[in-house]
């Protein structure tokens, strides 16, 4: 008794968990304990195994699992002899294996619906972008001509599922690249070949007694994420556009007072907008309308967690209730009928939490599926039909809501929305599309750069608050951030993707730009897969003209401050390999090995112009992130903001 009180005693206020108000008040409502959550289940697990957290436990074979101390004769290799750097480069590049396995399936997914839409065997989806169509067909080689949009799409189905059992030459996508980075990967032989085949790789180089060389296993993990990057992601993107149409700016509501207590609340959650934009188009039907007005609702409420949040903000404007580490406390609420899941970032304790609140928990996909849990199979053929099954079992729940609801009355508008198309049309209006006013920002200084900052959650670290101040610090020193992910959701909840945020927290040169083209200084560019979009936008920066002539010459950076999933490690391997300086707060799996950690943080940057970094404290890592913009403004010549000088005739002449 006395020591479950210390136990209570010592659980963290929830101002101390997260900076963002609605969740800070659903875990005050949780202080007796009633549920766990992830926040608790985080604090139990301290003290956490040093071995693991820093990369140097090995259990790839029988004969471990072998915990390497390094200084230490005897312990200082593993049972085969590998050493402390074979070892976290080994556990690293798996890493990215299953980082770069999970996007590029999600890519898969969406060429083989694209396939089945074009060949006429789906039919509730349709080509949403024929421009988009047109414009991927070109990229892939495909012939356009006058021949039928769903023949054309067919033919971009079939070539990018090809591109994942490709076993020889490279990647299609690659040629979207400035030619000097495509040059740096030929060279480096990183250049990927097919997407599975570079995965399947890293399995096999890592397995006991395989690859040893710290480089050559660092170097097919850099090969690998650009598959993801520069292939399975974009292919997910570029496909997700054709099929559901290409985002273009759009107002949306965000956070837990989105969840509306008069009416069916259905919470889509997971990766994949397959499912999810089918139940968004279910929910408007009549039929289901009817349906929840039959057990006395209002109608239907679809709200977002995590990246399918992110999927249907962008396209209908539904609003993201929360990210990642939010999903059990949106259940507490005691206001979700029905808790909708795909695949990734999903926790298996949602049937468990369910259960006190009267929460449906639903999986979808035949490959991720959960004890407690309904299952209803997500049938591409009979889409609507799925999704409107699905959506009835959260009707069903309506009424055996529990007694004890409460919902958060915080609600924040922003704008979300951003592609790359989009951008460039914001930029330089529909007849004259381009970077050149961001460009042309950049070179005089009222923009100083480019920061992406993305990624997960971590309860290791007070949830929102890395990203929140990171992000403050890059916007008062005139950096324009691009997000996606979790990362884009807590801006979003923190009003930084408003236009208004320009006058409260830019600099005064961000401001003015943000000000005169009525963009918000935190761009919300989508998902986790859509982190492919900000590898485009940079790519237009690139060939826009004025700032180098490839990636690592632009003053542009990458940060995922409270990073948790192998995805994020892909990602940042392959924003490092495409030559962008990227910096992970929380923790990094490498430490405890010196030689793997030098590579990744100094090699690489000789190698591709970037390099990894890692720096917990978030102003410090955006400091680090604008001495970085600041040497890139150097070598291009445009360090000292530039006054711009009219030239009279005299002038003239004297140039002349
Ligand atoms: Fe230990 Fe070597 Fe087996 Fe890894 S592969 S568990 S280091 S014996
Ligand atoms: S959902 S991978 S927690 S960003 Fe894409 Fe969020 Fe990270 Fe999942």
């Given at each position: 008794m006395a020591e479950e009180k210390a136990k209570k005693k010592e659980k963290k206020q929830p101002q101390e968990q997260s900076a963002c108000e609605a969740t800070c008040e659903m875990l005050g409502e949780n202080t007796g304990g009633e549920y766990v959550t992830v926040f608790d289940r985080s604090d139990s697990m301290e003290p956490r195994c040093k071995f693991g957290s820093d990369g140097v436990c090995c259990r790839i074979c029988a004969m471990g699992p072998c915990r390497i101390i390094p200084d230490k004769p005897g312990k200082d290799r593993g049972v085969c002899g590998a050493t402390v750097d074979t070892i976290a480069a080994r556990n690293f590049i798996r890493m990215i294996a299953g980082g770069a396995a999970a996007h590029s399936d999600h890519g898969r997914a969406v060429c083989e619906t694209l396939l089945e839409v074009a060949e006429g065997k789906s039919k509730d989806y349709t080509i949403k972008d024929e421009q988009k169509t047109i414009k991927v067909a070109m990229d892939l080689g495909i012939e356009v001509g006058e021949r039928p949009i769903n023949e054309i799409a067919a033919d971009i189905a079939r070539a990018a599922l090809a591109e994942f059992g490709n076993q020889h030459g490279e990647l299609k996508y690659l040629s979207k690249a400035p030619l000097k980075r495509q040059k740096i990967w030929r060279d480096l032989g990183v250049?990927?070949?097919?997407i599975d085949r570079e995965v399947v790789e890293i399995m096999h180089r890592t397995h006991m007694g395989v690859d040893h060389e710290v480089e050559s296993l660092l170097m097919q993990g850099a090969r690998c994420s650009l598959a993801d990057g520069w292939g399975g992601s974009m292919l997910a993107t570029d496909l997700q556009d054709i099929l559901f149409g290409t985002p273009e700016p759009i107002i949306s509501k965000t956070n837990l007072g989105c969840i509306d207590p008069n009416m069916v609340n259905v919470i889509v959650h997971g990766h994949e907008p397959l499912l999810s934009e089918m139940i968004v188009a279910a929910s408007q039907s009549e039929d289901m309308i009817n349906a929840a007005k039959a057990v006395g609702a209002e109608g239907i409420n679809i709200g977002g967690i995590c990246c399918t949040a992110n999927e249907i903000l962008m396209r209908h404007g539904i609003p993201p209730i929360g990210n990642f580490i939010t999903q059990e406390l949106a259940v507490s609420?005691?206001?979700?009928d029905a808790m909708i899941v795909d695949v990734q970032?999903?926790?298996?304790s949602l049937p468990t939490i369910a259960k006190c609140f009267n929460t449906a928990v639903i999986t979808t996909s035949k490959i991720a599926k959960m004890d407690g849990a309904r299952h209803i199979q997500f049938d591409e053929h009979n889409a609507l039909a799925t999704a409107k099954k699905i959506i009835m079992a959260g009707v069903e729940m309506f009424k055996q809501r529990p007694a004890n609801v409460h919902i958060p009355q915080i609600t924040q508008d922003f704008v979300g929305g951003f592609s790359h198309e989009s951008i460039n049309y914001l930029l330089g209006g529909t007849f004259r599309a381009s970077y050149k006013p961001l460009n042309d920002n950049i070179i005089n200084g009222l923009i100083r750069g480019v920061a992406g900052v993305v990624g997960c959650n971590n309860p290791k670290v007070k949830h929102d608050w890395a990203h929140l101040e990171m992000i403050k610090e890059l916007l008062k020193n005139d950096v324009l951030v691009l997000t996606t992910g979790c990362g884009a959701i807590a801006a979003a909840k923190a009003g930084l993707c408003s236009p208004e945020a320009a006058a409260k927290y830019c600099g005064e040169g961000l401001r003015q730009v943000c000000e005169t083209v009525g963009l918000p200084p935190v761009i919300h560019m989508g998902s986790c897969v859509d982190n492919s979009r900000i590898l485009i936008a940079a790519t237009a920066m690139v060939k826009e003209?004025?700032?180098?002539?490839?990636?690592?010459?632009?003053p542009a950076v990458g940060a995922a401050p409270e990073w948790m999933s192998e995805k994020a490690i892909s990602i940042g391997q392959y924003f490092v390999a495409s030559g962008v300086y990227t910096v992970f707060g929380t923790t990094f799996p490498t430490l405890g090995a010196q030689e793997t950690t030098k590579y990744l943080f100094e090699k690489m940057d000789e190698k591709f112009g970037g390099c990894w970094a890692f720096e917990p404290d978030p102003i410090k890592a955006a400091q680090l992130m604008i001495a970085r913009i600041d040497a890139a403004r150097k070598k291009l010549g445009i360090d000292k903001a530039r006054e711009r000088v009219l030239f009279d005739m005299e002038k003239r002449r004297e140039l002349a």
């Amino acid at each position: 008794m006395a020591e479950e009180k210390a136990k209570k005693k010592e659980k963290k206020q929830p101002q101390e968990q997260s900076a963002c108000e609605a969740t800070c008040e659903m875990l005050g409502e949780n202080t007796g304990g009633e549920y766990v959550t992830v926040f608790d289940r985080s604090d139990s697990m301290e003290p956490r195994c040093k071995f693991g957290s820093d990369g140097v436990c090995c259990r790839i074979c029988a004969m471990g699992p072998c915990r390497i101390i390094p200084d230490k004769p005897g312990k200082d290799r593993g049972v085969c002899g590998a050493t402390v750097d074979t070892i976290a480069a080994r556990n690293f590049i798996r890493m990215i294996a299953g980082g770069a396995a999970a996007h590029s399936d999600h890519g898969r997914a969406v060429c083989e619906t694209l396939l089945e839409v074009a060949e006429g065997k789906s039919k509730d989806y349709t080509i949403k972008d024929e421009q988009k169509t047109i414009k991927v067909a070109m990229d892939l080689g495909i012939e356009v001509g006058e021949r039928p949009i769903n023949e054309i799409a067919a033919d971009i189905a079939r070539a990018a599922l090809a591109e994942f059992g490709n076993q020889h030459g490279e990647l299609k996508y690659l040629s979207k690249a400035p030619l000097k980075r495509q040059k740096i990967w030929r060279d480096l032989g990183v250049a990927p070949r097919g997407i599975d085949r570079e995965v399947v790789e890293i399995m096999h180089r890592t397995h006991m007694g395989v690859d040893h060389e710290v480089e050559s296993l660092l170097m097919q993990g850099a090969r690998c994420s650009l598959a993801d990057g520069w292939g399975g992601s974009m292919l997910a993107t570029d496909l997700q556009d054709i099929l559901f149409g290409t985002p273009e700016p759009i107002i949306s509501k965000t956070n837990l007072g989105c969840i509306d207590p008069n009416m069916v609340n259905v919470i889509v959650h997971g990766h994949e907008p397959l499912l999810s934009e089918m139940i968004v188009a279910a929910s408007q039907s009549e039929d289901m309308i009817n349906a929840a007005k039959a057990v006395g609702a209002e109608g239907i409420n679809i709200g977002g967690i995590c990246c399918t949040a992110n999927e249907i903000l962008m396209r209908h404007g539904i609003p993201p209730i929360g990210n990642f580490i939010t999903q059990e406390l949106a259940v507490s609420t005691g206001a979700v009928d029905a808790m909708i899941v795909d695949v990734q970032c999903v926790f298996p304790s949602l049937p468990t939490i369910a259960k006190c609140f009267n929460t449906a928990v639903i999986t979808t996909s035949k490959i991720a599926k959960m004890d407690g849990a309904r299952h209803i199979q997500f049938d591409e053929h009979n889409a609507l039909a799925t999704a409107k099954k699905i959506i009835m079992a959260g009707v069903e729940m309506f009424k055996q809501r529990p007694a004890n609801v409460h919902i958060p009355q915080i609600t924040q508008d922003f704008v979300g929305g951003f592609s790359h198309e989009s951008i460039n049309y914001l930029l330089g209006g529909t007849f004259r599309a381009s970077y050149k006013p961001l460009n042309d920002n950049i070179i005089n200084g009222l923009i100083r750069g480019v920061a992406g900052v993305v990624g997960c959650n971590n309860p290791k670290v007070k949830h929102d608050w890395a990203h929140l101040e990171m992000i403050k610090e890059l916007l008062k020193n005139d950096v324009l951030v691009l997000t996606t992910g979790c990362g884009a959701i807590a801006a979003a909840k923190a009003g930084l993707c408003s236009p208004e945020a320009a006058a409260k927290y830019c600099g005064e040169g961000l401001r003015q730009v943000c000000e005169t083209v009525g963009l918000p200084p935190v761009i919300h560019m989508g998902s986790c897969v859509d982190n492919s979009r900000i590898l485009i936008a940079a790519t237009a920066m690139v060939k826009e003209g004025g700032l180098g002539d490839d990636l690592s010459d632009l003053p542009a950076v990458g940060a995922a401050p409270e990073w948790m999933s192998e995805k994020a490690i892909s990602i940042g391997q392959y924003f490092v390999a495409s030559g962008v300086y990227t910096v992970f707060g929380t923790t990094f799996p490498t430490l405890g090995a010196q030689e793997t950690t030098k590579y990744l943080f100094e090699k690489m940057d000789e190698k591709f112009g970037g390099c990894w970094a890692f720096e917990p404290d978030p102003i410090k890592a955006a400091q680090l992130m604008i001495a970085r913009i600041d040497a890139a403004r150097k070598k291009l010549g445009i360090d000292k903001a530039r006054e711009r000088v009219l030239f009279d005739m005299e002038k003239r002449r004297e140039l002349a």
